[in-house]
């Protein structure tokens, strides 16, 4: 063993130990947390709570919020019918709201009131002024009459006046007598940084301190918070609750809410968090001790009536880390939205306007002679009348007198008034009501109009009554089975607030969900555990020193690969240690230490292997492209003699009589212009990810897919040539403005595409990364197989197909060249598709027809095709075919001809 490496490792350990201990990584350790965090199995919901969401679509139903608070009433009172555990308010209302109208008795209520109260004025005075002209009445007793008749209005003004002021509601007192009717409200407490300066809410505090402050035995070390003040909400709004809670949430540094404060201490007072606080009710209010790392609720009162400890671990800070769910807000838990609430009140109200409309149907008597059951339905209409009555009598009692008799008795009268108005519809009326209108009509032709307008009110009526009710029951029975015996978190989740923050997977996050996380951790007791510093520093040396003392007589590149796993298995220790046990161990400590060790042991180790490799890559890189460097550097092996098999595409170039123009140069310019023209054309290849294997004179020869494989060679392939190409007219014009040559250079290009042997070549002490094939040979002969065909690129089938529809190509002659005895179809390349002239692709379109017509020895429709495609390019294939067809005009080929062309010339 190296003790050596040892000290490395352990060194590095210290190093690294210090810079913890002053959290210079504590904000990268968050971030590891987090990303860890994401391994933790998913939770099953607990389906102990469900929020109730003041989002978008309760917005656009009620309005902009903040709402009246009738609203939030009138759910504490569906809340309290369909038994729900308590109503946990993350809403705080710290001020007075406005009053609010009863719309109900304000729409319907009201106008009946003062159309009874006006009618019973009319009756007796009409009565009176009757009997006093029939002379029933003596005179000595028209003063009582009066006086009586006088009392009486009186009596029906101030009734109409005491219930003219119902219309108005106190909605804040509304509120209250809800709350406290309910019975299980948790109102939210707001923590301060200073001292409450305003003398109404500051007279509050005493509220916080007598009723929700709670018993904690907390240790000296227990972090107490940096609260100075608490503010509850409206005083009678809070005296109503069971129980309250804060809602103030820790922020970390890089503004991710990771953990939560359960207890916090002010003035010498310990509030619960919101949440913890009804939990802390539902296990029976178990005494809680405190202390720097630990929450300990003993005794708590399980569900199956057993009692247990329950421990919740904190952090060093003193909060308890949270347990994030994946999804966001709205796919996490159970969501109700408000607008679900206020709808069922709607159509409550619904209820009641149907019902009561049922009494004024004028012909239902005359619709009842010729149907006897029709004659229940006034009947009805009265017990659902006297039903509403009471059910307003009884609801107004309840919440005056907190009263459980008359709040049973109002839900009672409420499902009676469903039940009769089920009756009432199983009795079918609408139907009976159109089949009696069309007797009745017969019977009465005269009163058609009175009768088709009365039965259709009565459907209408009937109709809507029957939607409601279903509707109702609908929303009504999914409202109960998501809040019976559940905590339901009341809380704002609609785009205009602003209360939400960032979590560890989310960048928005509503902050009202931090209170069923809270709730979750706590019911299903899953918690975290976040391991010291000191851990991870007892961890690091004893892994370091094992992997060190291990690794001391490995190979240098077995070393190295086992030093960067070793940080793998480090940090996947950590997060299965994580992921099945809930104790989390950062594994930066170990990490970094590892991974510095590891390099500067090897940088040791490799400082001479590095610069005999800076060698090779100055060395090759003369020889050959920079990816087979690459390729040599990382794997020393492909030194090696050998080669391997590979589809890819060659392409070869030539310089039209370069022969000629060399004998006219001396040699120094000949070197000059011919490495100005290689460059160039070099450049070409090199841009599309080509490989040049040589230079023979003026020639290239390169190759596409090897060594780095290219799933589109052909495409680059052929896109280079037509580069060339182009840039063979630019250079062209400087090269005969400088006189560097004397005459233009013209570029014959071949290509092929097919398996090709791509590899060294040599021997041991002399080798060449190159290419070798039929293939390659196919992409040679192709080259100067332009000289017969007047073309300046030609490419072999294989290539052009997978090339595809980008490249603009002319299909010529199916040829066998000299040495490669199976036929190949020729393809000339003429631009990129997108960039074509339109006479390009005219005489390609030209072209084609007439060599379809050759192939066919249709040779007079080939002659004048060609004649055309010939004024388009003057000269080229155009010529060449017309040549031939007025040939074979003349001599006609054989029958054995196949349009096959044999090539005698390279």
């Known amino acids: 063993m190296n003790w050596k490496n040892v000290l490395i490792g352990l060194?590095?350990?210290?190093?690294?130990?210090?810079?913890?201990?002053?959290?210079?990584?504590?904000?990268?350790?968050?971030?590891?947390?987090?990303?860890?965090?994401?391994?933790?199995?998913?939770?099953?919901?607990?389906?102990?709570?469900?929020?109730?969401?003041?989002?978008?679509?309760?917005?656009?139903?009620?309005?902009?919020?903040?709402?009246?608070?009738?609203?939030?009433?009138?759910?504490?009172?569906?809340?309290?019918?369909?038994?729900?555990?308590?109503?946990?308010?993350?809403?705080?209302?710290?001020?007075?709201?406005?009053?609010?109208?009863?719309?109900?008795?304000?729409?319907?209520?009201?106008?009946?009131?003062?159309?009874?109260?006006?009618?019973?004025?009319?009756?007796?005075?009409?009565?009176?002024?009757?009997?006093?002209?029939?002379?029933?009445?003596?005179?000595?007793?028209?003063?009582?009459?009066?006086?009586?008749?006088?009392?009486?209005?009186?009596?029906?003004?101030?009734?109409?006046?005491?219930?003219?002021?119902?219309?108005?509601?106190?909605?804040?007192?509304?509120?209250?007598?809800?709350?406290?009717?309910?019975?299980?409200?948790?109102?939210?407490?707001?923590?301060?940084?200073?001292?409450?300066?305003?003398?109404?809410?500051?007279?509050?505090?005493?509220?916080?301190?007598?009723?929700?402050?709670?018993?904690?035995?907390?240790?000296?070390?227990?972090?107490?918070?940096?609260?100075?003040?608490?503010?509850?909400?409206?005083?009678?709004?809070?005296?109503?609750?069971?129980?309250?809670?804060?809602?103030?949430?820790?922020?970390?540094?890089?503004?991710?809410?990771?953990?939560?404060?359960?207890?916090?201490?002010?003035?010498?007072?310990?509030?619960?968090?919101?949440?913890?606080?009804?939990?802390?009710?539902?296990?029976?209010?178990?005494?809680?001790?405190?202390?720097?790392?630990?929450?300990?609720?003993?005794?708590?009162?399980?569900?199956?009536?057993?009692?247990?400890?329950?421990?919740?671990?904190?952090?060093?800070?003193?909060?308890?880390?949270?347990?994030?769910?994946?999804?966001?807000?709205?796919?996490?838990?159970?969501?109700?939205?408000?607008?679900?609430?206020?709808?069922?009140?709607?159509?409550?109200?619904?209820?009641?306007?149907?019902?009561?409309?049922?009494?004024?149907?004028?012909?239902?008597?005359?619709?009842?002679?010729?149907?006897?059951?029709?004659?229940?339905?006034?009947?009805?209409?009265?017990?659902?009348?006297?039903?509403?009555?009471?059910?307003?009598?009884?609801?107004?009692?309840?919440?005056?007198?907190?009263?459980?008799?008359?709040?049973?008795?109002?839900?009672?009268?409420?499902?009676?008034?469903?039940?009769?108005?089920?009756?009432?519809?199983?009795?079918?009326?609408?139907?009976?009501?159109?089949?009696?209108?069309?007797?009745?009509?017969?019977?009465?032709?005269?009163?058609?109009?009175?009768?088709?307008?009365?039965?259709?009110?009565?459907?209408?009526?009937?109709?809507?009554?029957?939607?409601?009710?279903?509707?109702?029951?609908?929303?009504?029975?999914?409202?109960?089975?998501?809040?019976?015996?559940?905590?339901?978190?009341?809380?704002?989740?609609?785009?205009?607030?602003?209360?939400?923050?960032?979590?560890?997977?989310?960048?928005?996050?509503?902050?009202?969900?931090?209170?069923?996380?809270?709730?979750?951790?706590?019911?299903?007791?899953?918690?975290?555990?976040?391991?010291?510093?000191?851990?991870?520093i007892i961890v690091a040396l004893v892994f370091v020193f094992l992997f060190f003392f291990a690794s001391g007589n490995f190979a240098p590149v077995i070393r190295a690969i086992t030093g960067f796993l070793a940080v793998i298995l480090a940090i996947a220790g950590s997060a299965l240690l994580f992921h099945f046990t809930g104790f989390y161990l950062n594994p930066l400590l170990t990490a970094f230490s590892m991974i510095s060790a590891v390099i500067a042991r090897e940088i040791i180790s490799y400082a001479g292997s590095e610069r005999e490799k800076q060698f090779i890559r100055k060395a090759f890189s003369t020889y050959v492209s920079d990816d087979v460097v690459k390729e040599i550097i990382a794997d020393p092996s492909r030194l090696q003699l050998g080669g391997t098999k590979r589809y890819m595409s060659a392409i070869f170039t030539d310089v039209q009589g370069f022969s000629t123009i060399s004998e006219q140069l001396d040699p120094e310019s000949l070197v000059s212009l011919l490495n100005r023209y290689l460059t160039f054309m070099s450049d070409a290849i090199l841009e599309e990810k080509g490989t040049i294997d040589k230079y023979e004179g003026d020639a290239i020869i390169a190759f596409f897919g090897a060594p780095m494989p290219l799933e589109d060679h052909a495409l680059r392939a052929c896109t280079s040539a037509i580069a060339i190409k182009q840039i063979e007219r630019g250079l062209n014009k400087k090269i005969m403005e400088e006189k560097l040559s004397p005459k233009p250079l013209y570029t014959r290009i071949g290509i092929n595409t097919g398996d090709m042997v791509a590899g060294n070549m040599g021997t041991g002490n002399k080798m060449n990364y190159t290419i070798m094939g039929n293939a390659v040979n196919l992409a040679a002969r192709l080259e100067g197989v332009n000289k017969q065909y007047g073309t300046w690129i030609l490419a072999s089938q294989s290539t052009a197909e997978e090339a595809g529809e980008t490249i603009l190509t002319r299909k010529l002659d199916r040829v066998r060249v000299v040495g490669i005895n199976e036929p190949v179809r020729l393809y000339e390349l003429l631009n990129m598709r997108d960039y074509a002239d339109p006479d390009q692709i005219k005489l390609v379109e030209v072209f084609d027809q007439a060599r379809v017509c050759y192939e066919n020895r249709k040779w007079k429709e080939a002659i004048e095709g060609f004649k055309e495609s010939l004024s388009i390019e003057n000269g080229g294939p155009s010529a060449v075919y017309l040549k031939r067809c007025e040939n074979f005009m003349k001599n006609p080929p054989s029958d054995a001809w196949d349009g096959v062309n044999n090539l005698t010339e390279k």
């Open 11 to 536: 060194a590095a350990v210290v190093f690294f130990s210090l810079i913890f201990l002053l959290g210079v990584f504590d904000g990268l350790g968050d971030r590891v947390y987090d990303l860890l965090l994401k391994f933790r199995p998913n939770r099953e919901d607990p389906n102990a709570f469900v929020f109730l969401d003041v989002d978008d679509n309760a917005i656009a139903y009620n309005g902009v919020f903040p709402w009246p608070r009738s609203i939030t009433a009138e759910a504490l009172i569906r809340l309290r019918e369909y038994g729900a555990r308590a109503a946990i308010f993350d809403i705080e209302y710290l001020d007075k709201g406005p009053q609010g109208v009863d719309t109900i008795y304000l729409d319907r209520g009201l106008t009946e009131d003062f159309n009874r109260s006006f009618s019973d004025i009319d009756t007796a005075t009409s009565q009176l002024f009757s009997a006093l002209k029939e002379g029933r009445i003596k005179i000595g007793d028209l003063d009582a009459i009066t006086q009586d008749l006088s009392e009486f209005i009186r009596d029906e003004q101030n009734d109409l006046l005491t219930r003219a002021k119902r219309v108005a509601r106190d909605n804040d007192q509304y509120l209250i007598q809800a709350s406290a009717l309910f019975g299980r409200s948790w109102v939210s407490l707001n923590l301060r940084d200073e001292l409450l300066e305003d003398a109404e809410q500051a007279s509050r505090r005493p509220i916080a301190e007598n009723y929700f402050s709670y018993p904690i035995n907390a240790k000296p070390n227990a972090v107490k918070g940096a609260f100075m003040d608490i503010l509850p909400a409206l005083p009678g709004f809070s005296l109503t609750a069971e129980g309250a809670g804060y809602t103030n949430v820790e922020i970390d540094s890089d503004g991710t809410r990771r953990r939560i404060y359960l207890a916090q201490n002010i003035n010498g007072h310990w509030y619960l968090q919101l949440a913890f606080s009804p939990l802390v009710n539902y296990f029976g209010r178990p005494e809680i001790e405190l202390s720097n790392r630990k929450l300990l609720m003993k005794n708590a009162r399980m569900p199956d009536g057993t009692q247990k400890d329950i421990s919740i671990p904190l952090d060093k800070k003193g909060t308890m880390v949270l347990d994030w769910p994946k999804a966001d807000y709205k796919d996490s838990y159970t969501h109700i939205s408000f607008y679900n609430f206020s709808l069922l009140e709607d159509l409550e109200a619904e209820l009641e306007y149907g019902s009561r409309d049922i009494g004024s149907f004028d012909l239902i008597y005359n619709f009842a002679q010729f149907d006897n059951s029709l004659m229940r339905i006034p009947f009805i209409a009265n017990d659902l009348s006297e039903l509403f009555d009471a059910i307003g009598v009884y609801r107004n009692a309840a919440l005056e007198n907190h009263s459980d008799e008359y709040f049973e008795a109002f839900v009672e009268y409420r499902k009676e008034t469903r039940a009769i108005i089920r009756e009432l519809l199983d009795l079918d009326p609408i139907t009976k009501i159109d089949i009696v209108a069309q007797e009745m009509i017969e019977m009465f032709p005269d009163s058609a109009e009175l009768i088709l307008s009365e039965a259709k009110y009565m459907g209408s009526v009937l109709n809507n009554l029957s939607i409601n009710l279903e509707r109702y029951e609908k929303e009504s029975k999914e409202i109960e089975s998501s809040v019976k015996n559940r905590f339901c978190i009341l809380g704002r989740t609609d785009t205009g607030t602003t209360d939400y923050g960032a979590n560890p997977f989310h960048g928005k996050y509503i902050n009202v969900g931090t209170h069923g996380v809270v709730l979750d951790m706590v019911l299903s007791e899953s918690f975290i555990f976040l391991l010291d510093t000191w851990w991870q």
